[in-house]
């Protein structure tokens, strides 16, 4: 069996998708085109389709919300915690002068192995 080299779920880059669109266009299958590229028969034929129908190669923008607190938000919120290690969510998020709850503050304080 071979190892897969690409991470599963991982964005299939440009360069490859161009090479799907030019070897199907050549003539290769669906199937070996997936066997060299290391993706799977379905995301290939996708690929091929999706310039064949609109012309485009790269994918849409993934949707999400913005995130609430900018860099500068973290690092201060890094900076509190570190100087007072014992200090409640409630007391950081109210030291933080922004409309964001205790989960957020929570959330980026776990990101941050803190």
């Not at 973290?74 to 030291?95: C, F, G, N, Q, V």
């Not at 989960?103 to 304080?109: A, P």
């Amino acid at each position: 069996m071979l190892k897969s080299k690409r991470e599963k779920n991982s964005e299939i880059d440009r360069k490859d998708r161009i090479s799907m669109i030019e070897r199907h266009t050549a003539g290769e299958s669906y199937r070996k085109i997936a066997e060299e590229l290391d993706v799977s028969k379905s995301a290939a034929h996708k690929i091929v389709t999706s310039w064949q129908e609109d012309h485009k190669i790269d994918p849409a923008p993934r949707s999400g919300a913005p995130r609430k607190l900018s860099l500068s938000d973290e690092r201060y919120l890094k900076i509190t915690s570190m100087r007072d290690p014992y200090a409640t969510l409630h007391d950081i998020t109210s030291s933080l002068d922004l409309d964001v709850s205790e989960r957020t503050v929570g959330d980026s304080l776990q990101r941050q192995n803190l």
